[in-house]
T-cell receptor
Framework: GAVVSQHPSRVICKSGTSVKIECRSL??????MFWYRQFPKQSLMLMAT?????????EQGVEKDKFLINHASLTLSTLTVTSAHPEDSSFYIC???????????????FGPGTRLTVL | GQQVMQIPQYQHVQEGEDFTTYCNSS?????IQWYKQRPGGHPVFLIQ?????EVKKQKRLTFQFGEAKKNSSLHITATQTTDVGTYFC??????????FGGGTRVLVKP
């Protein structure tokens, strides 16, 4: 149980294009989903927190117009990187917090990540 | 803001030996979580500690939450090659987001 999928797993795009990444909780409902960014050999940096049916909360320094988040249902959140540039190239990971969990109220389950390369 | 630091950044361990990685928070935490990320993979939840002084074990892994709820440790005994990866702690202060430490990258020498 507690499986989170991300699609696509890898994407290469040209500078100036937009890329949409989907995050789905497959076997549970998630009250909250999180979007992280991870640079090589570095830690996870929280970009934004999204709750189903409401606007996402962005961390300081993260442009909300650049990284559009839509949390359409309790099992799906999407991150759209608009007008992508090479500096947006990174590993984007989502996580989902279940409505009910035995691991603890703040348990998060991570997706496999999406590696974005902007040429 | 809240900061979470982990030491060491890198840990080279001989197979069969024990080691400990430490996690320290600048603020008192309501809970702390540990994750493992294999090379090329994504973080996988290991455990959550909530109570002051709490100790939990998972086979060869022992997790401890400090009395002041500002630090935590992960001790691995009889290290195996399957233990290779990066271990992240993540701390949450009341009302705040989960903040990840920088991780300890573990390499095992056979």
């Amino acid at each position: 149980g507690a499986v989170v999928s991300q699609h696509p797993s890898r994407v290469i795009c040209k500078s100036g294009t937009s890329v949409k990444i989907e995050c789905r909780s497959l076997d549970f409902q998630a009250t909250t989903m999180f979007w992280y960014r991870q640079f090589p050999k570095q830690s996870l940096m929280l970009m934004a927190t999204s709750n189903e049916g409401s606007k996402a909360t962005y961390e300081q320094g993260v442009e909300k117009d650049k990284f559009l988040i839509n949390h359409a249902s309790l099992t799906l959140s999407t991150l759209t990187v608009t007008s992508a540039h090479p500096e947006d190239s990174s590993f984007y990971i989502c996580s989902a917090r279940p409505l009910r969990t035995s691991g603890g109220a703040d348990t998060q389950y991570f997706g496999p990540g999406t590696r974005l390369t902007v040429l | 803001g809240q900061q979470v630091m982990q030491i060491p950044q890198y840990q080279h361990v001989q197979e069969g030996e024990d080691f400990t990685t430490y996690c320290n928070s600048s603020t008192t935490l309501s809970n702390i979580q540990w994750y493992k990320q294999r090379p090329g993979g994504h973080p996988v939840f290991l455990i959550q500690l909530v109570k002051s002084g709490e100790v939990k074990k998972q086979k060869r892994l022992t997790f401890q939450f400090g009395e002041a709820k500002k630090n935590s440790s992960l001790h691995i005994t009889a290290t195996q090659t399957t233990d290779v990866g990066t271990y992240f702690c993540a701390g949450k202060a009341a009302g705040n987001k989960l903040t990840f430490g920088g991780g300890t990258r573990v390499l095992v020498k056979p």
